[in-house]
């Protein structure tokens, strides 16, 4: 990106964290659609976040998520503080509906600059759709807003994910979700740092209030922790909501310590979660063929493999390389190790220990070749250093007619009989027509230097 002072060539980063709202749009717009260019943009703008105080509100569909927030802007905005909003619904694939409900619900806000209120569209899985939604109150917190306030439907398990982005996660009830609140137990109490009973106009508020209170009774929250109050609400006449605010506000004063743990501790998730699916995007990209996968789970299905060996595979493919695994010709040959002649061991090593800093293996003889190899590994392959044991080695003879270096290279190869059958086909000509038995229970075979052009190939099989 160029930085030419030209207020049209102005950075989409930089009009982000100058809080113009257009600029704003347009990046979790980026974000959304899991762009590299919404990528680039939270690298871009990180470092000039975390001012934000992050609200979470959950809660089932039509528990009030929306009114409720219309109130929080407004109270918020009396006490001076800007504000940004994203919106979720994972549970609908179309949030239309949602998004049109949500413009509605806050549309008091709408011609307010201090206010910026987003819908977030669901692509994909949910796992996506934290991460975005992460993502978007990230750059409402570099635009400079105090609170970005995120409504998300649910109170699932996999609600927790998304939730697990803010600061405080506030779960809205609504009278006779009684039943709702002893099922997801657990759940709630994992998420909820305060319960709002909404709609508290209705019904039956305050037995949905006491059934949390009896969940809330089975802890004794000790040691000066946190214990969730429960703040009865009407959003639609805002009736408790200054008393929702008073008990955010006593929350943040109250974790104001540990803050920086949580936020840590979301970061650890983030960063895991990020790791996972860039890792199995990159697998699915470059590391295998086009359906291979689905070949994978078929063998999978027919038990002719496991998950872990699959998994194994992929993983050892994987980490072949930055730039991932190299293409490897229809034999899927690896460099396996280069085999020098050296006709002064001591010299040799002080060369390779000592000069390149690397380390020798223990010596193995090889008694039939008279012959004793070191060998030196170098990341996916090695270096053998080949010293004759008698004067009638073909070590002995090979630096008697050329002198020490390069004597073979091995490749190494899945399958030698199919390598040494398509070799033979294509008029290679080869020492060994048929693989022999090589050290550690390989199988190798020879291709003849005048074939390969003056080098002599080891194909080995492990
Ligand atoms: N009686 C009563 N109705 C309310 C209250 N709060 C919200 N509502 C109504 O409940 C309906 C749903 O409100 P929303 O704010 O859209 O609820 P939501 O949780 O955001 O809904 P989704 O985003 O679709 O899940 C609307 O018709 C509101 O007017 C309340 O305190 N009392
Ligand atoms: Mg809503």
């Known amino acids: 990106m160029t930085d030419s002072p030209t207020p049209a060539r102005v950075s989409l980063s930089e009009r982000v964290l100058e809080g113009d709202p257009r600029a704003v749009a347009r990046a979790i717009s980026l974000i959304e659609d899991e762009s590299p260019q919404g990528a680039e943009l939270v690298r ?5 976040t975390g001012r934000a105080y992050l609200i979470g509100i959950t809660g089932a569909p039509g528990a009030g998520k929306s009114t409720l927030v219309d109130r929080l802007i407004a109270e918020l905005r009396r006490a001076g503080k800007s504000v940004g909003v994203v919106a979720v619904d994972p549970t609908s694939p ?18 307010d600059a201090g206010v910026f209120i987003r819908s977030m569209a669901t692509r994909g899985n949910l796992g996506g759709l934290a991460r975005s939604t992460s993502d978007a109150a990230l750059v409402l917190d570099a635009a400079g807003k105090d609170i970005v306030l995120i409504e998300t439907v649910g109170v699932g398990q996999d609600e927790i994910d998304i939730v697990r982005t803010a600061d405080i996660s506030i779960v809205t009830l609504v009278p006779g979700a009684g039943d709702e609140v002893q099922a997801l137990k657990a759940g709630i109490m994992e998420i909820a740092d305060i319960f709002v009973v909404n709609k508290a106009d209705r019904e039956g508020a305050d037995r949905t209030a006491a059934s949390v ?22 959003a639609t006449t805002g009736k408790g909501v200054p008393e929702l605010v008073a008990a955010i506000e006593r929350f943040q004063a109250h974790t104001a310590a540990s803050l920086g743990d949580r936020r840590r501790a979301r970061a650890e998730f983030r960063v895991k979660e990020l790791l ?28 002719e493999t496991d998950p872990y060996t699959v998994v194994d595979d992929i993983l050892r493919r994987s980490v072949a390389g930055p ?32 000069a390149l ?24 392959s090695a270096i053998e250093l080949l010293e004759a044991t008698s004067a009638d080695s073909p070590i002995a003879r090979y630096l008697a007619k050329r002198g020490p270096g390069l004597h073979h ?48 190939v080891e194909l080995k099989q492990t």
């Open 44 to 48: 871009q703008v990180f470092g000039r």
């Open 94 to 111: 179309f949030t239309g509906g949602a998004i049109l409900g949500d413009r509605v619900r806050m549309q008091s806000h709408v011609a």
């Open 213 to 234: 209170e009896a969940l809330l009774s089975l802890d004794s929250f000790a040691d000066g922790r946190w214990r969730p109050p429960i703040v009865k609400t009407e």
């Open 323 to 354: 730039e991932g695994p190299a293409p490897r010709g229809i034999l899927n040959a690896r460099m396996d190790h280069v085999g020098i002649a050296v006709s002064n061991l001591g010299d040799a090593l002080s060369f390779y220990t000592d």
């Open 357 to 380: 800093g690397l380390k020798v293996e223990t010596p193995e003889e090889v008694p039939s070749q008279r012959v004793r190899a070191h060998f030196i590994p170098l990341g996916d």
């Open 409 to 456: 290279i091995t490749l190494r190869v899945d399958d030698i009989a199919a390598a040494l059958a398509h070799l033979k086909a294509k008029g290679v000509r080869l020492i060994d027509a048929t693989p022999r038995e090589g050290a550690h229970g390989s199988l190798v075979a020879f291709i003849h230097p005048s074939s390969a052009h003056g080098v002599l």
């Open 276 to 303: 996972a699916h860039r890792f199995v995007q990159h697998v699915g990209d470059n590391v295998l063929a086009a359906g291979e996968f689905e070949g994978m789970l078929d063998r999978i299905a027919a038990r």
